[in-house]
């Protein structure tokens, strides 16, 4: 049943009087539909989730998120019990690396530190030496003591800090967003053409053509922060990323027009579907059945967790 609009305010108390209930906390991602983001207890980007994992006071987290984003809240919190409200939510991205593809390139490169974006399974980070998100990567990558380093997936990402960081070698991974990645320059130029005063804010998962383009490259908490802030002296601006950041830059600055990418704008959509996939019913019946817990082997637990707690404490 899809539900509509007048059915929000019903549904969201009782998700309200589950989350009570069970003593359960909702984290959300700022790609979620805005009636999700609405019942969370905490909206923020990856670095900001996998902070506020380790923070939670509660015996349930339900993740709206895509797969490895839970995991990684479980594996912070492996005494908790951490649900996805849809399971099948996976990143294409994270799809694209796995361990022995990454085991290959280590062979290939023994001296080189595996940095792995969060955006990674958590098999993948077993063999990871650190993980960072695009918010922390510039700085965890300073911090790797080695001169060589595999970064894995992301290529847009590893332009961005190979930019950023010249005295490293960056060893890129070949993956990278179908939903970011695929957005043009031609696509960047509409935009442009359409809003000659917008300043353009772009999230690094983009190719390198168009982070050469803008006038700011970050993260999406980053991106958050520049468009909102007073500094930037303009009535419009133009971000490109998923388009349910839009909802939070409204509500934190409602004075100033944020353009993305839609059909209406002369461009498709930038929208990741498995983000989309959790709808406000999945959150009820899933909180409800304490369904879709997030289960790993307990070695993979342990591997994975040194990675991540590196980050943490290096980005802190
Ligand atoms: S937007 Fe791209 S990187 Fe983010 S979850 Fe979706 S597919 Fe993965």
């Known amino acids: 049943m899809l539900l509509q609009p007048t059915d929000y305010g019903k549904l969201q108390e009782e998700i309200k009087k589950l989350k009570e209930e069970k003593n359960a906390v909702i984290l959300a991602h700022y790609y979620q539909r805005p009636e999700v983001q609405d019942i969370a207890d905490f909206v923020g980007d990856s670095l900001d989730l996998a902070r506020k994992a380790t923070q939670v006071d509660a015996d349930i987290i ?37 361990k022995e593809a990454v085991l290959r390139l280590k062979e290939k490169y ?36 080695a001169e060589e380093i595999i970064f894995v997936p992301d290529k847009g990402l590893a332009y961005h800090v190979s930019k950023r960081v010249r005295d490293k070698k960056i060893i890129p ?65 133009i971000v490109i990323t998923e388009i349910g950041l839009k909802y939070t830059l409204q509500k934190r600055r409602p004075d100033r027009e944020y353009i993305f990418p839609t059909p209406d704008e002369g461009v498709g959509y930038l929208l990741c579907s498995q983000m989309k996939s959790i709808t406000l019913e999945k959150v009820y019946e899933t909180l409800k059945g304490e369904k879709n817990e997030i289960t790993l082997p307990e070695e993979v637990m342990e591997k994975a967790y040194t990675p991540i707690r590196r980050m943490l404490d290096w980005s802190s």
């Open 110 to 145: 023994p001296n080189a530190w595996v940095v792995s974006y969060v955006n990674t399974t958590a098999e993948v980070k077993t063999v990871s030496d650190v993980c960072c998100t695009s918010a922390n990567a510039v700085r965890i990558i300073e911090k790797v003591p």
């Open 62 to 98: 339900l993740f709206c998120g895509v797969h490895f984003m839970g995991e990684t809240a479980k594996i912070l919190n492996p005494e908790k019990k951490v649900l996805l409200p849809e399971p099948k939510a996976g990143c294409a991205m994270a799809d694209m690396a796995t």
């Open 173 to 237: 991974f070949e993956g990278f967003c179908p939903d970011h990645y695929l957005f043009t320059v031609d696509m960047l130029e509409t935009l442009k053409g359409k809003y000659p005063d917008a300043p353009v804010g772009v999230h690094p998962e983009t190719p390198p053509e168009v982070q050469d383009r803008a006038d700011f490259v970050g993260s999406t908490s980053q991106l958050l922060r520049w468009a909102t802030s007073d500094d930037l002296k303009a009535d419009r601006v």
